[in-house]
């Protein structure tokens, strides 16, 4: 081929669709207590190319602690750069501060400071916490709002980020590598029972979950298969109390019956065989709400 045809080729290339390299936008995760299409349109509006995910089911409502715990269960899974939005902020327009935390393994994660980072601090370890500059980096035209920063702040700084509008150290303040955490009680283990805080009960599938790890648990000594007295209290009322089997998954047991299983979390759980435990014995969570397990 002569020069001349061979530089018009490459040309050719260099310049047509198939030949251009797109830039890659990072991925953005988008996780609250409430639905709708809204802070996924703001990212949208900063770049059409980004790919937008919502995580579904919603969070259970004020859950400061499940937000955390689906952000640590979510996070492995998605590649470096990937920008998480969490939006579980019953403090909203309080002094708590607005952040973005990039952690060990490549990851942001941009939201309200109060608990719900604390879990992918502890997995991933923290690089670094910048608070939000809201004067740079807020919608525009929303310096009146003060109950949506999912919208105004959080959506609007995520897309930048992960369009590559803003560098990391573009987003404000460096706060330092520590992140608020929540103090919630640790399991016990005496006696031969296990007791842990009920830290979800109304999620989709009607699962009731308690603060109690798989490691803890193992303890017991108890054996899939094996049957295990569950007692569920609110303060010193016990609320229910039954005879389950440790069962390794729902189908291990008939369908509308009771099962306790370790959750895809590491987590002590309840369930009906496809059907609602929270609901069937109406067990809430939160700090009043305890779960012991002892072996039968």
Not at 151 to 164: I, P, W
Not at 240 to 261: Q, S
Request: with cysteine.
């Amino acid at each position: 081929m002569p020069p001349l045809t061979r530089a018009l080729a490459f040309a050719f290339v260099l310049l047509s669709p198939i030949g251009l390299v797109a830039k890659e936008r990072n991925a953005v995760v988008i996780q609250a207590d409430f639905g709708g299409a809204v802070m996924p349109g703001v990212v949208f509006a900063v770049d059409k190319t980004i790919p937008i995910f919502n995580v579904q089911p919603l969070i259970e409502l004020y859950n400061i602690d499940a937000a955390a715990r689906n952000l640590v269960y979510t996070a492995p899974v998605w590649p470096v750069g990937t920008v998480f939005i969490s939006v579980v902020d019953p403090g909203v327009g309080t002094k708590r501060k607005s952040v973005v935390v990039k952690t060990k393994n490549g990851q942001f994660f941009v939201g309200p400071d109060n608990g719900s980072f604390g879990y992918v601090a502890q997995e991933f370890g923290v690089e670094a916490v910048r608070e939000i500059d809201e004067t740079v980096n807020r919608r525009p035209g929303t310096e009146w709002s003060h109950t949506f920063h999912g919208r105004d702040v959080y959506a609007y700084v995520a897309g930048k980020l992960a369009a590559g509008v803003i560098t990391y150290e573009q987003v404000g303040p460096l706060l330092g590598t520590k992140v608020v955490e929540l103090d919630l009680p640790k399991p016990v283990l005496k006696d031969g029972t296990v007791t842990g805080m009920i830290d979800s009960s109304r999620g989709h599938l009607g699962n009731t979950t308690c603060l109690i790890d798989r490691r803890t648990f193992d303890q017991l000594g108890l054996k899939e298969g094996d049957l295990a007295v569950v007692t569920i209290r609110r303060g010193q009322k016990v609320v229910w109390e039954e005879t389950v089997p440790y069962a390794r998954t729902f189908g291990d047991v008939p369908v509308g019956k009771n099962l306790m299983f370790i959750n895809s979390s590491g987590f002590v759980a309840m369930a009906v065989n496809q059907g609602n435990f929270a609901n069937t014995y109406n067990i809430d969570s939160g700090r009043e709400w305890t779960l012991a397990v002892r072996k039968k």
